[in-house]
């Protein structure tokens, strides 16, 4: 069983920065799952926001955060990250990560993860 929490979430203004946390809990080793994080809005399916390797060499931006969010890892300590820098208002949304067994070096760009976290909610004001 994979446990998946996020955090680092809340209300910035835009042109603003936020850094996410996703501690990963399980009887499996964290370097064992591809990891990525999704976001959600009302109306909208789940997008994919960035994803990384399970070694980390490895990450895939979705075109609306290239050159803003940064995706990174630590395996020794279990946690996924994301930094988001120059927040617009339509960054608005929950953000989910989301764990999935890695079954080569590469970013996982699907929507099929097998593990999910709750979410946390980030909200750009203009």
């Known amino acids: 069983q994979v446990q998946l929490v996020e955090s680092g979430g809340g209300e910035v203004q835009a042109g603003g920065s936020l850094r996410l946390a996703c501690e990963f809990t399980?009887?499996?080793?964290?370097?064992?799952?591809?990891v990525a994080w999704f976001r959600r809005t009302p109306g909208r399916e789940r997008e994919l926001v960035a994803a990384i390797s399970w070694s980390g060499s490895n990450t895939h931006y979705a075109d609306f955060v290239k050159g803003r969010f940064i995706i990174s890892r630590d395996n020794a300590k279990g946690t996924l990250f994301l930094q988001m820098n120059r927040l617009q208002p339509e960054d608005t949304a929950i953000y989910l990560c989301?764990?999935?067994?890695?079954?080569?070096?590469?970013?996982?760009?699907?929507?099929?993860?097998?593990?999910w976290g709750q979410g946390t909610q980030v909200t750009v004001s203009s």
């Open positions: 399980s009887e499996q080793t964290f370097d064992a799952y591809a």
């Open positions: 989301a764990a999935t067994w890695a079954h080569s070096d590469n970013a996982e760009t699907h929507l099929y993860y097998r593990y």
